[in-house]
């Protein structure tokens, strides 16, 4: 998320590449059409009316840089999701590059994602989304050796309720430990471990703009989602009804679809 030392160029860089040309335009606008017409008694402020047209393009280049560098970010961070292959593949990544993943397989299911982007103290929030009016707080761990044990879980869920989310969600490359788990039941408090999430990324990549997966459980209850499907041997995967007398109600529809329509109820 955006420190308070960032600035704007920093900010331009981590939004869409559009918002930079809009930011662009708009102030190349103001300063060649809009300010100059203005009038006021303060000397130095109608020095910098005057000046106005000769200053804007220049700002306006400077506003428009970042977007190619934030296009290219967006393209690289598809790659990222698209090439992988297996739990290993993800565990090899750096904790940079599996906070993007986590990240990008959020955003590809229509979640409007915020990324701690600097390398600071961050609260133990990693990834902050937002959908339906809903705050959701994550945390990632790509631990190769230990469990991720109970005062991650309990810090977090520490965290979640000063911070007045909805939830907070855990995800590692790993395990994590049984106290851990014992925690999070009955707490709005997801946590993934490296077989869901290898078989969740796998979900995501297939289903990209075809129907819209979920890609937490909901609140550690009991659904099949990661099953294997049993009329194709694909994976089972927790999706939200767009349409129809179910519209909004979780189903569970298989991976690789439109190929395969197996559903059942979730």
Same mark, same amino acid.
């Given at each position: 998320?955006? %420190?308070?030392?960032?600035?704007?160029?920093?900010?331009?860089?981590?939004?869409?590449?559009?918002?930079?040309?809009?930011?662009?335009?708009? !102030?190349?606008?103001? #300063?060649?059409?809009?300010?100059?017409?203005?009038?006021?008694?303060?000397?130095?402020?109608?020095?910098?009316?005057?000046?106005?047209?000769? +200053? &804007?393009?220049?700002?306006?280049?400077?506003?428009?840089?970042?977007?190619? +560098? =934030?296009?290219?970010? =967006?393209?690289?961070?598809?790659? $990222?999701?698209?090439?992988?292959?297996?739990?290993?593949?993800? %565990? *090899?990544?750096?904790?940079?590059?599996?906070?993007?993943? @986590? &990240?990008?397989?959020?955003?590809?299911? #229509?979640?409007?994602?915020?990324?701690?982007?600097?390398?600071?103290?961050?609260?133990?929030?990693? !990834?902050?989304?937002?959908? *339906?009016?809903?705050?959701? $707080?994550?945390?990632?761990?790509?631990?190769?050796?230990?469990?991720?044990?109970?005062? @991650?879980?309990?810090?977090?869920? #520490?965290?979640?309720?000063?911070?007045?989310?909805?939830?907070?969600?855990?995800?590692?490359?790993?395990?994590?430990?049984?106290?851990?788990?014992?925690?999070? @039941?009955?707490?709005?408090?997801?946590?993934?471990? #490296?077989?869901?999430?290898?078989?969740?990324?796998? =979900?995501?990549?297939?289903?990209?703009?075809? !129907?819209?997966?979920?890609?937490?459980? =909901?609140?550690?209850?009991?659904?099949?989602?990661?099953?294997?499907?049993?009329?194709?041997?694909?994976? $089972?995967?927790?999706?939200? &009804?767009?349409?129809?007398?179910?519209?909004?109600?979780?189903?569970?529809?298989?991976?690789?679809?439109?190929?395969? %329509?197996?559903?059942?109820?979730?």
């Amino acid at each position: 998320m955006a %420190r308070k030392n960032e600035g704007w160029f920093d900010l331009l860089v981590v939004l869409p590449w559009w918002v930079s040309v809009i930011v662009s335009l708009f !102030v190349y606008i103001m #300063g060649t059409s809009v300010i100059p017409n203005m009038a006021t008694d303060n000397i130095i402020i109608q020095s910098f009316f005057t000046a106005s047209p000769t +200053i &804007a393009p220049f700002l306006a280049f400077f506003l428009l840089i970042p977007a190619p +560098i =934030s296009a290219f970010n =967006s393209w690289r961070k598809r790659k $990222l999701l698209d090439d992988q292959k297996s739990i290993q593949t993800i %565990r *090899d990544l750096s904790w940079r590059e599996f906070e993007e993943l @986590v &990240a990008e397989a959020y955003r590809r299911q #229509g979640y409007t994602v915020i990324e701690n982007t600097t390398a600071g103290a961050d609260g133990g929030i990693d !990834v902050k989304l937002m959908k *339906d009016g809903h705050t959701h $707080l994550v945390q990632c761990k790509n631990w190769k050796t230990s469990k991720v044990g109970v005062k @991650v879980v309990r810090e977090m869920y #520490g965290v979640m309720v000063a911070k007045h989310a909805y939830s907070a969600i855990i995800i590692v490359s790993g395990t994590f430990t049984q106290e851990a788990k014992n925690f999070a @039941v009955g707490k709005p408090v997801d946590l993934i471990n #490296g077989s869901q999430l290898e078989k969740l990324i796998a =979900s995501v990549q297939a289903s990209y703009d075809k !129907v819209t997966p979920v890609l937490t459980q =909901s609140f550690n209850n009991d659904s099949k989602q990661g099953e294997i499907c049993p009329r194709c041997n694909g994976t $089972l995967t927790l999706r939200i &009804a767009k349409k129809g007398k179910n519209a909004g109600g979780q189903f569970l529809g298989c991976s690789t679809y439109p190929k395969c %329509r197996y559903t059942q109820d979730a």
